[in-house]
């Protein structure tokens, strides 16, 4: 059985491709029959269900260690700025302070490239100036206010725009722009495509900067025990925290532990190790004793990430009859001061059937918190001028625009050149289309009678999304017959310790409760990805399913060693083995398992190889249904269908849930979030909840979701491709064709608030 | 978003805000706020010379404290009774995270101080458990999947029980409202409304 290769495995993850060598399993096993399947594709309930409604689920926001100290951290509260002296002598006197980390004192570790973990070159309002640990977070908060800087205030630059200029104030020594020109993709002859064209639409449309504001702040307790330090991180990557902390203090990887049980969200925000874990990693050093930092929610707002803004200049040309024939993309997009990337093209290159395409995208540094990965990074910007854009033209050369979408499908990647392993857009735009009821939109736009305007419109999806090598997952059977599934994945809120044990509970035969999960812990857990990239229920659902098949194998083993019998005439069922024919005898899992002992009975799956030659992208579509007051501006969605490829379902609760998300964040970014910088000071405005608008329940509209794949038995075992980015991707470009359709005018800015449709509505 | 009705004549930015004027509304308060410059009153209050005795009736037990006034009903809740349960988002009464009952009403305990709930019942999501058994309306939001990421979720469901309390019918609206003070950043809302009304059909 357990037969494995080492290859080359590379896929999408977020905003590039990794490639690493991967060990991966080489067991075939049969396609699941969803109507044979007992657990898997069931609306399970969550199995931490109880923890984290009873209240007793410890988040690393809520872990106490004994002698703890706690930790805050000094940041500039200038745009730009340098330090020119630092004295934090007094704040040294305060009783209750244990230690003061700054510049001077700390070592100098690289970051952010051209950057150091304190560098007393601040770039940006929140960059980080000092850190203190104190018996308390309202001492260490004391403390920062005693803490003397003598600040050399810089010019400076919070607009892309106008950073983008040749005079601006530098952020770097070689300009503000990201590898000082724009990065280019072409395919075909962009001129001749334009030639081709009948009708050409071209349109500038921008997008805000939008904060992620997970709920449970960026957050770690460490604590050092002689050379061996545990991290307890509120993180998507245990693995990338682990090495990153390691590689910076020198230290082995094998003398550094992260932990994640539990995390409140975090949507991209937590791929990376946090300078602070690292600053708290060595002031507990210093000071012996456990460290404890958790960020306030203003921290959150200027420091540990965004979804980078963008302005995106597109044109495209079809023909009378609706086919494509040129797309082009001018677009910039702000990193903020440190490298990130801010691309937003790839909806453009790959969306629909188009042989003429060329893009040209600058990432542009300004004074402000830098960009990270955010819930389908540069997809979610993109549609929204694409869709909007391909509207236009459909309405240039007459034709209705799903029609349009349709004449432009393809069933290949035209990047890559590649077929997909599976693609039912298709029955996706059809089921959907029916179920908002397409047909009755009002035609043409803005003809809906009344001062509540309603309106209907739509936007495609394509991500990756379908995971890879490698991953691991152990499976280990206890004497009593129940199981333990060990994956160095993590649960951020989407389900993952319930999926992993429904597929391992379908393989044995064995009840839910019989399966426990433990992810998130690298000193026990064996490798697997950051949980981002909607990669991780398609890259660790098929180990787990390995590990299991595995086991069932040496069960029957066992069972055949123990009965006398040829594995062939042994039947698996229900978690018991019997012999086929007359005088059944028959062994349960647990009988097995006590005769042999548990330390026989571990295995560990790996996530198989994706086929070559073919590219794994899920897609969907989302109608919107709004209603706009034209007399107040304000915009109220009232239904969105979603219709998902998305290969195999294994959970449909948590999936229903994980769509909700995407949906409900997809409408926070059309119509309210905004990160607002002004332009004066160069201050960031939004620093808590009131003023950065996050949806409420009252926004969430009704919501209609239709899946329609069952398994996509290319990819891997279990058929799965991943649905937390997608659930997103197309619902602002959805709501902003609504609201065109309603009113007849077009907002090219998100997010879409009443002053914007009111100066709309005027125009 | 609705601001919860505080039981309390006192929040704490006003709290902070009146402390260098003598503004306060405690005499605690008051006591410290009218000797003291900012900075100075800030350091004291968090030594220990000025902590102030508090019994506090927290589910259904009472804790003899002593705590410095300018402290939270949050931070009290978490710190020095270690439920950590109870979550802190925003610490500024915008997101009712850190919702538990003062006599039945849910308040944001991030916005009330400790020494303001003396005398005064407290619940907390921990509370809500009788012994090991989830309370029907924690069950209703494991059975609906009223939950994503959990970190929101014990304010979510004291938010709901705080409404079933007083309207143990409520309709699909009364939901809406009751609920609008509770951010949820994974978006589980649809299912939150599904929990509550399923709490609200089994109770
Ligand atoms: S933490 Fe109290 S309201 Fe947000
Ligand atoms: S479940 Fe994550 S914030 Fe509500």
């Excluded at chain 1, 106490?64 to 002296?85: D, E, F, Y």
């Excluded at chain 1, 304190?118 to 206010?145: C, S, T």
């Excluded at chain 1, 001749?192 to 449970?216: C, D, L, M, R």
């Excluded at chain 1, 003429?356 to 300004?366: A, F, L, P, R």
């Amino acid at each position: 059985m357990a037969d494995s290769k080492i290859i080359k495995s590379k896929y999408f993850f977020e905003e590039d491709f990794t490639e690493e060598l991967a060990e991966v399993s080489a067991n075939k096993y049969a396609d699941w029959n969803k109507k044979e399947l007992k657990v898997v594709g069931k609306p399970v309930s969550r199995v931490d269900g109880y923890d984290k409604v009873s209240g007793s689920a410890v988040f690393t926001f809520d872990v106490i260690l004994p002698n703890m100290a706690h930790a805050k951290t000094l940041r500039c509260p200038h745009p730009h700025a340098k330090i020119k002296r630092i004295n934090t002598k007094k704040a040294e006197k305060i009783p209750g302070v244990l230690g003061i980390l700054t510049y001077e004192n700390a070592p100098k570790i690289s970051w952010y490239g051209k950057s150091f973990l304190f560098d007393p070159h601040l770039r940006y309002e929140g960059d980080e100036v000092a850190f203190v640990a104190a018996e308390n977070e309202r001492i260490a908060e004391q403390a920062l206010k005693l803490i003397e800087v003598d600040y050399e205030i810089l010019p400076f630059v919070t607009d892309a725009a106008e950073a983008m200029k040749k005079d601006a104030p530098k952020l770097y020594d070689d300009g503000n722009i990201r590898g000082g020109k724009p990065s280019v993709y072409e395919r075909g002859d962009i001129d001749k495509g334009f030639e081709e064209a009948s009708a050409v639409a071209e349109q500038t449309y921008k997008t805000q900067v939008e904060i992620h504001n997970p709920t449970e702040p960026h957050c770690s307790v460490v604590n050092w025990d002689g050379d061996y330090l545990t991290i307890w991180d509120s993180t998507q990557g245990v693995f990338s925290v682990r090495d990153r902390v390691a590689d910076v203090l020198k230290l082995p990887a094998s003398r550094v532990r992260v932990i994640k049980k539990y995390m409140g969200g975090a949507f991209g925000a937590k791929l990376e190790a946090g300078k602070y874990t690292v600053m708290a990693a060595l002031l507990a050093r210093k000071i012996g004793r456990p460290v404890r930092i958790a960020l306030d929610r203003r921290e959150m707002n200027l420091s540990v990430g965004n979804r980078p803004d963008s302005v995106q200049k597109l044109k495209g040309g079809a023909t009378k009859d609706g086919r494509l024939t040129a797309l082009y993309q001018y677009s910039y997009g702000a990193a903020g001061a440190h490298p990130a990337g801010a691309g937003c093209s790839w909806a453009l290159r790959t969306m629909y059937l188009c042989p003429n395409v060329k893009t040209e995208e600058y990432t542009v540094y300004i004074n402000a918190g830098r960009a990270r990965p955010f819930r389908a990074p540069g997809h979610v910007q993109g549609f929204f001028a694409l869709e909007a854009l391909i509207d236009e033209l459909a309405e240039k050369i007459g034709m209705d625009p799903l029609e349009f979408r349709i004449k432009n499908h393809t069933d290949r990647d035209q990047v890559f050149d590649a077929p997909y392993t599976s693609k039912l857009l298709l029955d996706a735009y059809r089921v959907a289309a029916e179920a908002i009821g397409w047909k009755n939109r009002p035609q043409p736009a803005g003809s809906d009678a009344g001062p509540l305007k309603r309106g209907i419109g739509m936007s495609s999806q394509i991500w990756w999304g379908g995971g890879g090598p490698p991953a691991y997952a152990t499976l280990k059977l206890n004497r009593d017959g129940s199981v333990r599934i060990i994956a160095g994945s993590q649960d951020i809120g989407t389900g993952t310790y319930t999926i992993l044990a429904q597929v391992a509970s379908e393989v044995l035969e064995i009840p839910m409760e019989k399966v426990e999960v433990l992810l998130g812990d690298t000193a026990v857990a064996p490798y697997c990805g950051s949980s981002g990239g909607s990669t991780t229920a398609p890259s660790v659902s098929p180990a787990v399913r390995d590990a299991a098949e595995q086991m069932k194998a040496k069960l029957l083993s066992g069972a055949a060693a123990h009965l006398n019998v040829s594995e062939s005439q042994l039947v698996y069922r229900n978690g018991v083995i019997h012999t086929k024919g007359k005088n059944k005898k028959s062994m349960t899992i647990r009988e097995i398992a006590r005769k042999m002992g548990e330390r026989v009975l571990v295995t560990t799956g790996k996530r198989e190889a994706n086929p070559d030659g073919y590219a794994i992208n899920s897609f969907g579509v989302q109608f919107a249904e709004v209603e706009v007051d034209t007399e107040t501006g304000k915009v109220s969605v009232k239904k969105i269908v979603a219709a998902y490829d998305i290969g195999r379902v294994l959970n449909p609760k948590t999936l229903e849930n994980q769509i909700h998300g995407g949906i409900i964040q997809g409408l926070g970014f059309a119509l309210f979030e905004e990160r607002i910088i002004d332009r004066n000071t160069g201050k960031v405005l939004t620093t808590n909840l009131h003023d950065y608008k996050l949806p409420t329940v009252k926004d969430t509209p009704q919501i209609d979701i239709r899946i329609v794949s069952k398994g996509d038995s290319k990819i891997s075992n279990t058929g799965v491709k991943g649905v937390g980015e997608p659930a997103m991707i197309p619902t602002p470009a959805a709501i902003g064709n609504a609201v065109y359709n309603a009113i007849g005018k077009r907002i090219k800015s998100l997010p879409i608030t009443p002053d914007k449709v009111l100066t709309a509505l005027q125009s | 978003m609705k601001k919860k009705s505080v039981s309390s004549s006192l929040s704490r930015r006003q709290f902070l805000k009146g402390f260098g004027s003598g503004v306060a509304g405690s005499v605690a308060l008051n006591k410290i706020a009218s000797a003291l410059p900012l900075q100075k009153t800030l350091e004291k209050a968090a030594n220990d010379a000025n902590r102030t005795p508090l019994n506090l009736s927290v589910n259904g037990k009472t804790y003899r404290l002593s705590v410095e006034p300018n402290r939270t009903l949050a931070e009290v809740i978490r710190e020095d009774l270690q439920l950590t349960g109870t979550k802190v988002v925003c610490n500024h009464g915008e997101c009712g995270a850190c919702t538990v009952l003062l006599d039945g009403e849910a308040v944001y305990s991030c916005h009330i101080l400790a020494l303001d709930a003396e005398g005064k019942s407290v619940t907390t999501i921990e509370g809500l458990l009788g012994g090991e058994e989830l309370h029907p309306l924690q069950k209703a939001f494991v059975k609906k999947d009223g939950i994503q990421c959990g970190f929101c979720t014990p304010g979510q469901i004291m938010a709901a029980q705080a409404l079933l309390l007083k309207n143990p019918r409520p309709a699909k609206e009364d939901v809406l409202e009751g609920m609008s003070g509770n951010l949820c950043r994974c978006g589980a809302y649809p299912k939150i409304i599904e929990s509550v009304l399923e709490a609200a059909k089994t109770d």
